[in-house]
């Protein structure tokens, strides 16, 4: 802005940061419980038509690291924590590394 001088030009600049942080971390969250659930596993026994009481883990008491802490990782970390997950999160901040670790119901508020 300053480069090419729109800084003084009395206009207003934002950006779509974050805008898709929640489809994000709702996909994420997603993916996980797939794998948790273990739904590969569930779709090989019903394509074999094989019918026996079967039962998961819980995605809550888990642990997940969130690489890259801007607006979608701060939602996936916050989404992650609200469901009872241990959530660690890594990100940059002025060159230096950062981590943190959130705790249910944390609005993923920055370390």
Do not use: C
Not at 34 to 51: E, M, S, T, Y
Not at 53 to 65: E, F, I, K, S, V
Not at 77 to 84: E, I, K, N, S
């Amino acid at each position: 802005m300053a480069r090419t001088g729109l800084d003084r030009s009395g206009l207003t600049a934002t950006t779509a940061s974050g805008i898709h942080a929640v489809p994000l971390a709702e996909f994420a969250l997603a993916g996980a419980l797939h794998f948790v659930k273990g739904v590969p596993d569930l779709r090989r026994r019903q394509q074999a038509r094989h019918w026996e009481r079967y039962t998961t883990r819980q995605l809550a008491g888990q642990r997940a690291l969130v690489v890259g802490l801007g607006g979608i990782g701060r939602q996936v970390t916050a989404t992650f924590a609200a469901l009872g997950v241990q959530v660690w999160g890594l990100g940059r901040d002025g060159g230096k590394l950062r981590h943190r670790r959130a705790e249910q119901g944390d609005r993923a508020r920055r370390a």
